[in-house]
């Protein structure tokens, strides 16, 4: 079942950002089995990047990654989109990164190793706190 933007008919898109191609790849494939439309990036600087140009709905990105990390990177992008517009789930395996993500503008957060499913879910939930915001004014 595809996920469609109630204001444009268009699949929602997830941004993911994952230095481990093959954990990239498994949460974008689970991302898309759910109907999104997916883009990835390898790094920091991609995924500043991929936002600004892409405008994804929702961004799962991981904290440890080169070039920029996800905390930067994820300011970055909160900067870019005047702190709102997409919902974001920050994936570590320092549980102790936490705070510093919610402090960066995280919607939420997910250790690894994770429940894809509870992943997936925890997008949607951040997609739609954003959507019920902005519907909000």
């Known amino acids: 079942m ?22 990239r790849r498994l949460i974008a494939g ?18 500043v990047e991929m936002a600004a140009e892409w405008l994804p709905d929702a961004l799962v990105i991981d904290v440890m990654m080169p070039n920029k990390d996800g905390i930067t990177a994820l300011r970055e992008i909160r900067e870019q989109s005047g702190g709102g517009g997409v919902g ?3 994936v570590s395996a320092k549980a102790s ?26 997008a949607r939930a951040a997609h739609r706190w954003h959507q019920q915001a902005a519907a909000r004014g």
Not at 2 to 16: D, G, N, Q, Y
């Open 2 to 23: 595809a996920i469609e933007s109630p204001t444009e008919k268009r699949l929602l898109r997830a941004l993911v950002a994952e230095d481990d191609p093959g954990i």
């Open 30 to 47: 689970m991302l898309e089995l759910d109907g999104w439309e997916v883009r990835q990036a390898s790094d920091g600087d991609e995924a």
């Open 88 to 90: 974001v789930v920050v």
């Open 97 to 122: 990164a936490e705070a510093e993500a919610m402090d960066a503008g995280s919607d939420d957060f997910v250790s690894k190793p994770f429940d894809p499913d509870d992943l997936s879910a925890r």
